[in-house]
Nanobody
Framework: QVQLVESGGGSVQAGGSLRLSCAAS????????MGWFRQALGKERDFVAG????????KYGDAVKGRFIISRDAASNTVYLQMDSLKPEDTSVYYC?????????????????WGQGTQVTVSS
């Protein structure tokens, strides 16, 4: 079993920045994909970004391209999401997730483990 714990959420004004962290612990994993998803109130949980743990390849959702950057630190089993130029429409609960496979898939149903989520609120 793998546990994922997010941190770094909060409130920020439009144009500001936040950095989310997701620490993985428990059963070790040698590969896979770490992803970030977000879910606004009353909406579907959407793909934000993903990173292949082994080769570092990344993929982003269209809404965040050019503004968000996903990265990972293998030594600490932590994945980060740097969020810049934040907009009110970025307001959501952000979740990290782990998929045991090499393909960065955007479908949430293909991810095996989930964190508890962290709230990000962007005010105008």
């Amino acid at each position: 079993q793998v546990q994922l714990v997010e941190s770094g959420g909060g409130s920020v004004q439009a144009g500001g920045s936040l950095r989310l962290s997701c620490a993985a612990s428990g059963r070790t994993f040698s590969g896979g994909v770490m992803g970030w998803f977000r879910q606004a109130l009353g909406k579907e949980r959407d793909f934000v970004a993903g990173i292949n743990w082994i080769n570092g390849n990344t993929k982003y959702g269209d809404a965040v391209k050019g503004r968000f950057i996903i990265s990972r630190d293998a030594a600490s089993n932590t994945v980060y999401l740097q969020m810049d130029s934040l907009k009110p429409e970025d307001t959501s609960v952000y979740y990290c997730a782990l998929r045991r496979g090499g393909v960065i898939n955007t479908q949430r149903t293909l991810y095996d483990y989930w964190g508890q989520g962290t709230q990000v609120t962007v005010s105008s």
